[in-house]
Each structure stands twice: as structure tokens, then as C-alpha cells.
């Protein structure tokens, strides 16, 4: 068995060793990872072996090819100090176990995707891994205090959109391992984990990267708005995770990070406006990964996504028509019939596909989302960034 099974010491995964899970599969890519944070001068992903997905050139910044993840304001973390809007950026890297699948979908030359029911399904032991970084300080968020950060070439965030780019520095906030591991998650497929950035624990900086919890499945159920303590299976908080990071969980608790854009603010439903919703996890968002996407990320009831003045429109949480994001299907099954499973990967879905599409046929299946920029007023907010950054 791999060291994160091990971890598991013969039981099925759950609260008792979860989290050793988690620090398993950490301390298994722990070499290569503390090389791509903490040394990337020495940091080289092909001899590595690890890959991203092609078709991003057009939105990834040149110093270490991140890309905007989302736009929180500053009350998002108002309970934790953050003082000013904050913008994430994230970057995606694939193991060379989990870039078969990359090579089953782009080829050789990455111009004519082969798009099967299979093609995009990722062989057992998959690891991919996700780095957030924010562009909040220490002196704008003290929960950054002693992050390691990162200079990025970007315009400037909470400036004018057409201000030339410059380079800032963004703090190391959030780091997500997910695995493909069938024995332990029988019915996904897929065991996410996100470790997130802690000040308060000795050692060095991958030390301090702890983490907040893990989840196999969401808990279908359960349902947390009919009934609000009932506690999860399929989902792990860590405890001792720092309250910030805590603050955004999704629907229930279900796991969602401080970079994943979970809660909802403000959101409408029954004809009325409320404040915050949290709606989402890391799960039913991924759950959507499907070509082409007949579904949006969050439980919306339609396509492209409604907004009724900035709030926007979502089914009544714990409904029928809400559960659908929140069901435990391998990824081998897509959300919507019709569309090509694509195993978990929005990256894939949500970011590499549409811009092959724009770049080689000027017609991207983004366009459905994008048509509802003009639904947001002023100012505009895209759906295509609405607190979804690419896995």
C-alpha cells in the first residue's frame, strides 16, 4: 500500500486518522513541494515530474505561471483581521502518474482533444496538487504574519482592471493535495485534502502548512439545512485548523478552503436576499467537471447562472434540485447527461478546454457564462470567476 493507505492502518478512513492521512500524502511529495515554495530557483517540474495543462499561456502571469483564482472582499475575513480586497492566484501541477490522463485527452500536440467517456479518467494513485497564494500581506492580514511569499507579475489588485502589470509579492495561503484512491474512497474515487498556512506552529515553513481537513464524498445524506448539527461522514475538519481558515468551510461544514470560494455572498432564493449562503465544498464543485459543462459550479437553476442585483441566484439550499451538487458518483459519471465525464478535473472543464476551443474554433464554451457578465451590474463581476479557481 501507498504511505497515505498505510496511514489509514487498516480502517476505513474517518475521523480517527484522517488527518494522518493527510500528513502521509504531504510528507510523501513533502521534497519536491518545499523545492517549488521554498527554492524555486532550484525548481525544475519535468525532471521532477510534475505537469500542467496546455492552453493556459494566455492567463498565466510569467514569473511562476499562476493565474487569478478569486476576489474576496474584505469582509469575507473581517473575524481575522484582513483589512483590504483580496485577490488569490493558484497554480496546478499534475504528477506524472496523473498526467497519463493529460496525455489520453491532449495527445502530442494538444490540438484535437480526444474526448471519450474514459479518455479523461485518471489511473489509480493520481496525485495532483494545487498551490493558492494571496496577494494580502502581513501588514494587510495578520494571519500571513512570517508566510512565505512569492513574486508575481500582475495587475494590481483593488486597481484599475486596465493598469499595466507589475511585480507584487503574495503570500503561500492554502496548498491541496487530492489522490486518486479508489480502495479508501469507494464510491468518488477521489480523496481531497487541503493544508492551509498557520503561524502558530514551530518549524519551518512546510511545517507550517497543516491540515484543515479532508473529505471522500458529500455526505448526500445528510442534509444541513433541514438538519444543521448533524455530523458528517464523508468529511474531516481538523480542530486545531487557525479560524481563518475555518471561516469559509461549505455547506454543513463540508470541506472548502479559505481560497475556494464556498460561501456565497450575498445570495438569492425564494425571493429573498440573504447575506451569505455557504453552498458549496470541494467535492460538489468538482463534481461538475464534465464537457461541455451543462452545469454551473454552485447550485444555480440555471445556465449561465442569474444574479438579481449583486446577489446571486441559487436553488433553496437542501432541495432537490440543491442535492444534486451534493451526491457521492465516481468521477466515470458526469452531472448531466450527454456531457463527457471528466473524473473531478475543472481544470480540464473550467480553464484548458474552453481556451482550446476559443484559440481554434473563436467559440469558446465559456460563452454561456460570460454572456452573464452583463447580469452583475456595476461593477461587473464574471461568473466564470465567481469563487472558482481550477483544480
Known amino acids: 500500500n501507498p504511505p497515505w493507505i498505510a496511514a489509514l492502518k487498516g480502517r476505513p478512513i474517518g475521523k480517527d486518522n484522517a488527518l494522518a492521512y493527510v500528513n502521509a500524502l504531504k510528507d510523501y511529495i513533502a521534497a519536491d513541494m518545499k523545492t517549488l515554495l521554498y527554492n524555486y530557483p532550484q525548481w525544475d ?102 508566510a512565505t511569499t512569492w513574486p508575481l507579475y500582475v495587475t494590481p489588485p ?111 432564493y425564494n425571493g429573498q436576499q440573504v447575506a451569505s449562503v455557504p453552498a458549496s465544498s470541494c467535492m460538489s464543485c468538482h463534481s461538475v467537471a464534465e464537457w461541455p459543462m451543462q452545469s454551473f459550479l454552485l447550485p444555480s437553476p440555471t445556465l449561465p447562472p442569474q444574479t438579481v442585483g449583486q446577489a446571486l441566484v441559487i436553488e433553496v439550499p437542501g432541495s432537490t434540485g440543491w442535492m444534486k451538487w451534493f451526491q457521492d458518483q465516481p468521477g466515470s459519471v458526469p452531472l448531466d447527461k450527454g456531457s463527457v465525464p471528466l473524473d473531478f478535473d475543472m481544470v480540464f472543464a473550467f480553464k484548458s478546454l474552453p481556451a482550446w476551443q476559443q484559440a481554434t474554433q473563436g467559440k469558446s464554451g465559456m460563452q454561456a457564462f460570460e454572456a452573464a457578465d452583463a447580469l452583475h451590474g456595476s461593477p461587473p463581476v464574471n461568473p466564470r470567476d465567481l469563487k472558482y479557481n481550477g483544480r
Open 45 to 146: 517540474a519535468a525532471q521532477a515530474g510534475w505537469y500542467n495543462e496546455p492552453w493556459l499561456a494566455s492567463i498565466r502571469e510569467s514569473i511562476h505561471g499562476t493565474y487569478v483564482g478569486s476576489e474576496f472582499p474584505a469582509n469575507t475575513f473581517a473575524a481575522s483581521g484582513l483589512k483590504v480586497d483580496m485577490t488569490t492566484y493558484v497554480l496546478t501541477y499534475y504528477d506524472d502518474v496523473a498526467a497519463y490522463a493529460l496525455g489520453q485527452v491532449w495527445g502530442k500536440t494538444a490540438m484535437n482533444p480526444t474526448l471519450t467517456n474514459t479518455s479523461g479518467q485518471f489511473p489509480e494513485g493520481s496525485i495532483v496538487v494545487k498551490a493558492a497564494l494571496t496577494s494580502a500581506l502581513a501588514q494587510d492580514w495578520p494571519v500571513m504574519e512570517g
Open 158 to 268: 483593488n486597481g484599475p482592471p486596465t493598469a499595466p502589470p507589475q511585480v507584487m509579492n503574495a503570500s503561500v495561503m492554502q496548498f491541496d493535495i487530492i489522490v486518486k484512491d479508489t480502495k479508501t474512497a469507494p464510491k468518488t474515487g477521489w480523496v481531497f485534502s487541503t493544508l492551509v498556512y498557520d503561524k502558530r506552529v514551530p518549524g519551518d515553513a512546510w511545517a507550517k502548512m497543516i491540515p484543515l481537513g479532508a473529505m471522500w464524498g458529500d455526505d448526500p445524506n445528510v442534509n444541513s439545512t433541514q438538519n444543521p448539527g448533524a455530523p458528517l461522514a464523508e468529511t474531516v475538519i481538523n480542530p486545531a485548523a487557525p479560524a481563518y481558515s475555518t471561516a469559509t468551510l461549505g455547506w454543513g461544514g463540508r470541506l472548502s478552503g479559505p481560497n475556494d470560494g464556498a460561501v456565497v455572498a450575498p445570495a438569492y
